[in-house]
């Protein structure tokens, strides 16, 4: 009998934690870039970053960009 209170306690942990990964993954995103916030009218970016991942390890590990307020 506790082997079974233990299994359904752990099944409803596990399933708690899919639901809570789902809700943090967000909603899918559109592939049209033209109601993308983060596009602008030229179309080509201003600035390419590469980053690579080598041993767990991003190369650069940080990336900083200052916010730009566009008018409606």
């Known amino acids: 009998m506790l082997k ?22 967000g909603g899918a995103q559109s592939a049209d870039p033209e109601g993308d916030e983060a596009s602008h009218a030229g ?9 690579s991942l080598k041993n767990l390890r991003f190369t650069p590990d940080a990336v900083e960009v200052r916010q730009v307020r566009r008018s409606r």
């Open 43 to 51: 179309g080509e970016p201003d600035v390419v970053i590469d980053v």
């Open 4 to 25: 079974r209170k233990l299994a359904v306690a752990i099944g409803l942990g596990l399933a708690a934690v899919v639901v809570a990964a789902s809700a943090a993954c």
